[in-house]
């Protein structure tokens, strides 16, 4: 290590396109807690150039990144990736790390071409590999990637304490009566499609007619296209489809909800989860492992691909008594100190090797410098 007890290091997201998806969130709360936490650490922040650089050219950059740009602060204690892809020229003597926030391409290889399952089955198994510690964001996710590569990891306990509350709601619902937030479905990736959550959302209407009009965010072009000739309710106003929003107008339409939507098909955690939880938002979801883990064992929810189940838990959150969770949720304070301690405790020990090294000769022993934190 550097000097002491301090750390120096990068944290590097530039991998990604910038737009604000969950390893981008991950990103972001880590660099803006870090260091209130621990001020006396000297972290270096790599994020993306521009959210409109294509996904093979970012990659390429990232990958290729040069020897010189790890030296251009100083000697470094570790580099922390917020994606399983590892430069290939990271200078020996560093503590490399590597955060996973999903293992789908293994759990649903459906919902991918092929060039992206080889893709991810290459780079990232590579940067799992080459990783002195590997981070899930999920027990779930954890033990994805123990099943498929042999690495353990040590689970970062996400927080939910960026959600922003809403003053006001301004949503006046087309059936009439008080002004009222929306129900919300996040329909942002194949693992969570549209059709599913406008089902759900029939059936609760049709069950109960106060319940809110339905938001449909994320919707990709093409199917919002094809939904809008073939949903007879987004002409009367009583479904609104919209695709990526800015993040101060997502805030402000997550946060007025009555009720979200999230059935997705899997999940590396499910931060929609966490964050409706933490506004005292209810959220109808499917029943899933890393939901599970943040809701706690009581929480209603429907079992996976049953829409009827999720439509009676919709009436229920926009009644009178929507259910809570008695779950204790996590800050991002605890997930900064859950992965700067993991890290420190593997810097020192990997400055503990060298040494020893240095001083015993041409050993007999080999040593793994592989450890993994646990």
Known sequence: MTSGSSLRGIVDSSAFSGRPTGPMVVADQLMARWPERHVDDQITTWRPA???VGTLARTTEHLARPRR???ADGPLDFYLSINPTVPLRVPPGIVVGVVVCDYRHVVEPERFSVGQRLYRSAAWGAGIRRADVVFAISNDT???????????????PLGSDHAVPASTTAHTSASGGAPRG??????????????????????????DPTV????VLGVPDSVRDRLTTTVPEVDTGEITLRGPLPQAEFETTFATATAILFLSSHEGYGLPMA????????????????LREIAGPDYPMARPGDTTA????????CGEEPPTSHARLSSWNDAVDVVRSTLADVCAANATVSFDRGNAGASTEPVDDRRVAS
């Open 50 to 52: 521009s959210s409109d």
């Open 69 to 71: 740009a790890f030296r």
């Open 142 to 156: 954890r033990k994805s990637v123990r099943r498929s590569l042999g690495r353990d990891a040590v689970v970062i």
């Open 182 to 207: 929306p129900v919300v479905a996040l329909c942002h990736r194949a693992n969570k499609p549209a059709k599913v959550a406008i089902d759900a959302w029939r059936q609760a209407r049709r069950m």
């Open 212 to 215: 809110p009009d339905l938001v």
């Open 275 to 290: 964050e409706g939880l933490h506004l005292g938002i209810p959220v109808v979801a499917f029943e899933l492992p890393p």
């Open 310 to 317: 999720a439509a009676e838990l919709l009436v229920e959150a």
